[in-house]
Structures are given as structure tokens and as C-alpha cells.
């Protein structure tokens, strides 16, 4: 089965050069976010080459930002979570 997630209830982090983690919210019932307090699914890349790490990583960190950015324009505070943190630091 598929599962469909609000793109700004995901948090995206790196790892390591070629190592990243998207975390997942919990499922609740017909896809619907899941209870407070629970936890998610933690799903892990490994990538070859450190280049494709981080094109990866350019195009997901830059597309949960434009997600948050356009969930205040809705009135959600999304100052909570993490996009992850940038490559090399």
C-alpha cells in the first residue's frame, strides 16, 4: 500500500556525506496522521556517490522549506522541526 504525507509533517536530515534519513509521521487510520506522541517511520538512504547525496539533499531540504514557507501563509506555526542540517556542517 501507499501512504501519502503532508510534505511539511516530514523532516529530512543528514547523516553522514552519502547517509540521510527522512522521518515520517506516524499513520493514523486512511492515511491520516497518526496520534500525538507516537512515532514515526524513520526511512534510511544510502547513496554511492556523495554527489548524488547531495542533489538529493538540495532538492528535499528546498522543498519542505517551500512547503513550510507556504503552511504560515495558512496560519500554522512552523517554527517547530527540523529540514535537516546542510551538508558539510
Excluded: N
Aim: glycine residues 16%; contains cysteine; hydrophobic residues 30%.
Amino acid at each position: 500500500p501507499v501512504a501519502e504525507f503532508d510534505l511539511r509533517d516530514i523532516s529530512y536530515h543528514v547523516c553522514g556525506p552519502a547517509s540521510h534519513e527522512l522521518q515520517l509521521p506516524p499513520l493514523g487510520t486512511a492515511g491520516s496522521p497518526g496520534p500525538s506522541g507516537t512515532e514515526g517511520t524513520v526511512v534510511a538512504l544510502r547513496f554511492l556517490e556523495e554527489r548524488e547525496a547531495q542533489q538529493w539533499w538540495t532538492v528535499l531540504s528546498s522543498s519542505l522549506r517551500e512547503a513550510r514557507r507556504g503552511g504560515d501563509t495558512w496560519g500554522h506555526d512552523w517554527g517547530q522541526g527540523d529540514t535537516g542540517t546542510g551538508l558539510g556542517t
